[in-house]
RNA sequence: CCGGGUGUAGCGCAGUUGGUAGCGCGCUUGCUUUGGGAGCAAGAUGCCGGGAGUUCGAGUCUCCCCACUCGGACCA
């Protein structure tokens, strides 16, 4: 179906995809711009969709065991320094505060940028024998970053996330929890936000700072740029040594614990933006939308037209959906456009026509297909016809994945395809770091991951030529 | 951090060789409308991004900041 165009406010994507994104951020009342550079302001709006993501999480997490805690926003310098790696990675970008009240302070303290280190020294105040561990905890809050560039959700300064932090008597029992946390991430973002990821490992080039191995979950935007949705690491027993945590475990002798951290912020609220927007503007998923069908009564001036709709409205509510309805004074057109640009994945319209017929109109935000439903069979239907705009956005989702990475044997191939298509290349990889550096030197291309999935796609180095036994994924990433 | 562009009403913009600020949309009120961004009428809204300078006089010229934006560098 020929899609008219109908919000010119927004630029249309295929004209320049950044300026639609930053339009489809304001327009449809995500964020505001406050008067620092890359410190927004969440809107009601764009919160709410982060405070449903939270919800999902937040419950997959207690159901795994985890505890939510609360640590300072300040890290002192010294503690901070403790693990050279991982002062390393982030100095550059830390906040520092060195003033308490008008008296400048003995150490100047870092505004959290991760909280690995004060998470490290609670972690040895409180873990004495086998019998403290694990330790499974997480905490929602925001971090600092000072970052050059800023964007909307992709960038902040100031950002808002959740980061776990767990200790085991073992590096098999971090290992399984790193692999479970980003199995975690890769279902809800699946099932939840309907954007289709390819776990895997990043290089030791691209890991977390301080940590032995990390995990990624890839996301591909619709720009085929590739969006890392989050993150699980593990540490080995590294920061446990820097922090001189130990317990004695069934053994009797002391040991370090192993340690894993993970995280995703809100960033993903860009990544669903840019995996399910179009050229009306936002397009959100049902699971996670603030309001999942919106009541518009027609010619409401009519006798009858504002009850039925309400009646409509307390209906869906009673069922566990989140509906609202609009009986402003605006027009018909200007409601449906407006709604559209907001991304609520139902419309529910009811006007004298559909009465008289015992009838409503619902109209999908992802297909823009309208059905009519007998009244009768409201709330069944409205829920079915959620889990079918769930499913056509995964779908939709997943063929873009699927028909923008491919497999390619040599640096021209590569080349040719980022040039031409953009995507994913899907190649072989001897595991050195000059191969990798010179992906991005002559391809502009970073290593995305190795998949969990490993295939053998070729015998040699996309790049050096060598024997390779490792399948990686290359691409441009936001 | 480096390079290009842009800051004038809520939003989008115009503003001439320097002479004291305008248009469209939106907003408010009233009436008429209402099945895909309605119509008429009457209103309100400006530290011209900030600071310094040149000038009798600066939205306009000069310098310095700040922010946005597009590239690049950087970026668990």
Known sequence: MAKEKKVEQITDMEVDFAQWYTDVCKKAELIDYSSIKGMFIYRPYGYAIWENIQKGLDERFKETGHENVYLPMLIPESLLQREKDHVEGFAPECAWVTYGGSDKLEERYCIRPTSETLFCEHYANVIHSWRD????????????????????????????????????????????????????YADFMENVLAMPVVKGKKTDKEKFSGAEATYTVECMMHDRKALQGGTSHFFGDGFAKAFDITFTGKDNKLHNP??????????????????????????????????QAIVIPVAQHKEGVLDAATDLLNRLKAAGVRAKM?????????????????????????????????????????????????????????????????????????????????????????????????????????????????????????????????????????????????????????
């Open 133 to 184: 561990l694990p330790k499974l905890y997480n905490q929602w809050c925001s971090v600092l970053r000072w970052e050059k560039t800023s964007r909307p959700f992709l960038r902040h300064r100031e950002f808002l996330w959740q980061e776990g932090h767990t200790m085991h008597a073992t590096a098999e029992e971090a290992i399984a929890e790193t692999e479970q946390m980003l199995n975690i």
């Open 326 to 478: 609009d009986d402003s004074d605006q027009s018909m057109g200007w409601k449906a456009a407006e709604y559209e640009m907001k991304g609520v994945p139902l419309r529910v319209e009811i006007g004298p026509k559909d009465m008289e017929k015992g009838q409503c109109c619902i109209c999908r935000r992802d297909s823009g297909e309208k059905v009519f439903v007998p009244l009768t069979e409201l709330e069944e239907q409205v829920a079915k016809l959620l889990d079918a705009v769930h499913d056509g956005m995964y779908a939709r989702a997943k063929k873009n994945l699927e028909e923008h990475t491919k497999t390619c044997q040599t640096m021209d191939e590569v080349k040719e395809f980022m040039q031409n298509e953009g995507g994913f290349a899907r190649t072989m990889w001897c595991g050195d770091l000059e191969c990798e550096l010179k992906m991005k030197e002559e391809v502009g291309v970073t290593s995305r991951c190795m998949p969990l999935h490993q295939e053998k796609v070729g015998e040699t180095c996309v790049c050096c030529g060598k024997k390779a036994d490792k399948m990686i994924y290359w691409g441009v990433a936001y």
């Open 258 to 291: 192993f340690q894993t951290s993970w995280g995703v912020s809100t960033r993903l609220i860009g990544g669903i933006i840019m995996t399910h927007g179009d050229n009306n503007g936002l397009v959100l998923p049902p699971r996670i939308a603030p309001v």
